[in-house]
């Protein structure tokens, strides 16, 4: 008696695949996606003049950006108090991705680098509640000084590091890299 070709080729494909699958082989654990973000908004304002409030805000970072409202013109000799704002407008309602970032502020930590030779210090206020070694710096507060007159780059990069954040930039990924001219006067 002879059998036709087709049902010994499909018990060959199951006993093939069920021999690749093994008992011991385990799942791969889901990665923790990066923040969606929009929009950032630096907010600063003088410590000697509260009334004093710059902003500066970088549009569309999902398309073409948008820097037409991204330069901060600070004072010469000068201490501001500062904030970050993100957010996702591809969402609807707009979601605040800072919340998102400050509810895990464990996994984040921005990092703020001005140009070389440009006069500005920059001290994160806010501190994560990472047990000992830490607790680490997030930068979603910060305290700038400025020097002496100058222009140039304020780079802005939001590390996200769930399970490695160790206080310094290098472990994780980037969920933001941006930057804002900067003019001290």
Sequence with gaps: MTYPA?????????????GACS????????????EAITTATL??????TPTEIITATI???NT????SKATLLLKANTTYTGTI?????TQTPTLDATEEIREKTNEHLFVYTPSTGLGLTITLTDKDTNPSPGPYPVGL?????????????????LRHQPNVKNGT????????????SLMIQ
């Design 6 to 18: 087709k049902p010994f080729l499909v018990l060959g494909l199951i006993t093939l695949l069920a």
């Design 23 to 34: 008992k011991d082989e385990q799942n791969v654990a889901p990665t923790n996606d990066n």
């Design 43 to 48: 907010t600063l304002t003088n410590k000697a």
């Design 59 to 61: 549009d569309n970072l």
């Design 64 to 67: 073409t950006a948008d820097f």
């Design 85 to 89: 704002s993100l957010l996702d407008k």
């Design 141 to 157: 507060t910060t305290e700038m000084k400025t020097g002496a007159a100058g222009t140039g780059k304020l780079k802005v990069v």
């Design 169 to 180: 930039a290098t472990p994780g990924s980037s969920d933001l890299d941006v930057d804002f």
